[in-house]
């Protein structure tokens, strides 16, 4: 299937135009890493600690802030969610990672539930399922006291309840009043639930995630996630030199191989640049999205080359100019084509896959242009650069 045919496109003698709109892309972005000093790196990067909390209705974010201080705070997920992240700064050890999202929520509800800081009441929300069973045995809300039933039925049916009631705080995100609670767990009774509401009440928030990650593991990981990103691109650069040589790898194969290397370092750049100018966080899928780019942009990048080495053996009488904006033309619907499918697929997962994919989808849909762009309008001009600069010491020779 083609989409265009007989297509004419100047490509080279369009190169400044299209190395300008990069180069203008490049320094915005250099510029925001710049002013930013550097680019919003995750938790996976830094070291911290991050807990997730979703509220019972629309929260205050500058109440949040206020009652946490320094913490980073962020809506999370829709807004309709009523989610939040709070972002702990490092912290050196695992006790300190526990006790810090411990004294998030001390502050929140001191916060939100102020009402109930000293409160004998314990919060349903926020109870830990370990906990749950043995708080309702100990109530005993379906009465359920010896000489009704063994002590062993009793754990059973009140450890059935508890799952239920964790099922269902676990598929709502957060109860907001205890005909909820009943709903998960039918069989409990009028005269249950009064006694469970003497015993309990429901938060305003509760903490449905908390990871933590040391800073020592933090650096570690930046430092592997950058290892890992210029092995793959070195890599790359030999192999396709190598692949392309013709008579000699310094000479004809290794300017394939820079070209394309060169690209990938286009894309990169304008990517992380992208994720600068608009404050989204890189994290460790963030770096698998952009080894994937990486090997997404070379491939487009070898058709086009492979088509230039084809053409250069039926074509010796024409300039490299000639052959490669032939090339280019030639392989153009293809490149639109499969570039087309790849970018429909990216982009429902970037509306369409949540604020934890969100990095990923964004990295995945930018590259995607950008990479289908560089094979156009980076790699292929450098071929003419090399090849001008051979000719113009030829001719000094």
Not at 150 to 171: F, M, P
Not at 278 to 289: D, P, Q, R, Y
């Amino acid at each position: 299937m083609e989409l265009f045919k007989n297509v004419n496109i100047d490509w080279i003698g369009k190169k400044w135009y299209l190395i300008g709109v990069s180069m203008v892309l490049i320094f915005a972005g250099l510029a925001s890493l710049s002013i930013k000093k550097g680019p919003r790196l995750g938790i996976d990067f830094t070291g911290g600690t991050m807990v997730y909390v979703k509220f019972q209705k629309e929260p205050d974010l500058n109440r949040i802030r206020a009652a946490l201080g320094n913490a980073s705070i962020q809506q999370f997920d829709t807004a309709d969610k009523h989610e939040v992240q709070i972002r702990l700064e490092h912290v050196p050890s695992a006790h300190e990672q526990v006790s810090g999202s411990e004294e998030v929520l001390k502050e929140l509800r001191g916060a939100f539930d102020a009402d109930k800081v000293n409160s004998p009441l314990a919060d349903l929300n926020n109870m830990a399922g370990a906990d749950l069973p043995a708080k309702l045995r100990t109530v005993d809300p379906l009465g359920l006291k010896p000489g009704k039933k063994s002590e062993e039925d009793q754990v059973k049916t009140y450890n059935d309840i508890a799952n239920r009631i964790l099922k269902g705080r676990e598929t709502l995100g957060i109860f907001h009043d205890f005909n909820e609670v009943r709903r998960a767990a039918p069989e409990l009774t009028d005269a249950a639930m009064a006694a469970l509401s003497q015993v309990f009440y429901l938060g305003s928030f509760r903490s449905i995630a908390v990871e933590s990650v040391g800073p020592v593991v933090g650096k570690d990981l930046q430092q592997r996630a950058f290892n890992a990103v210029t092995y793959s691109v070195l890599a790359m650069l030999v192999y396709i030199g190598w692949r392309f040589k013709q008579k000699n790898f310094l000479v004809d194969g290794l300017i394939y191989g820079m070209g394309a290397v060169i690209a990938l370092v286009h894309d990169v750049l304008i990517t992380v640049g992208l994720f600068s100018i608009t404050g989204k966080e890189i994290s460790l899928t963030v770096i698998a999205a952009l080894l994937t780019l990486i090997g997404y942009s070379v491939n487009d990048t070898i058709v086009v080359f492979d088509r230039i080495r084809e053409n250069l053996k039926v074509m010796r009488k024409e300039s490299l100019s000639n052959i490669i904006n032939k090339s280019i033309n030639q392989t153009l619907s293809r490149t639109l084509l499969t570039s087309f499918t790849v970018f429909i697929s990216v982009g429902c997962l970037l509306i369409f896959g949540g604020e934890v994919l969100s990095g990923f989808s964004f990295a995945l849909t930018v590259g995607i242009i950008i990479g289908t762009y560089s094979s156009i309008a980076i790699a292929a001009p450098i071929l003419v650069f090399w090849e001008n600069l051979l000719e113009r010491r030829r001719v000094r020779a």
